[in-house]
């Protein structure tokens, strides 16, 4: 059975991949399927972002990534995907996908959507927070691939802040 994992992966993060490994064990093959956000300004184009993920799914056999611009019900027929992989982190991502969920049944009553709950470790992750902490000059490198990473300090021009190690209270 063939899955598709839709989004903006704009970068992937490590919850991203952690959902993408985990749906690579579950289905003969994943195919994560970029999608330009009409509502949100990217930081990378969809070719870079493309890049990214192959670079951080080499150990990945049964995967592809793929870019689409249209309906992730249109690619899903086109790819034969019976379906449609998403993540949730918390209670208030489960509204907007839920939503998300029946109307793409709607659209096609063929489609499953499989939600993955994340790792705990990764509940907090998202790519606007990753973006917010280099912004700032803070570092990512715990919470997207490494080589992810490289492309967020060269497009924001800082380098990491070195986290100071927390000193201990005298008693
Ligand atoms: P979109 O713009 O479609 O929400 P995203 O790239 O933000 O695209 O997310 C794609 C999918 O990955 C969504 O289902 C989202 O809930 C899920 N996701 C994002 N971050 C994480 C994470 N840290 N852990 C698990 N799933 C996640």
Redesign the pocket.
Known sequence: MIAIY?????PI?R??L??IERGCRLFEQVIVVV?Q?PN?MPLFPVTQRIDQIRRSTQHLANLKVDSFDGLAVTYARLHQAKVLL????VVS?FEM?LQMAHTNKTLDHDLETVFLA?STE??F???SVVKEIARFGGPVDHLVPQAVALDIYKCYAKTPIESEPIAEEPR
């Open positions: 839709p989004g903006s992966f704009d993060t919850g991203h952690d959902v999608f956000n949100k998403r993540g949730l982190r991502d996908e994340t990764h509940s992750l998202s790519s």
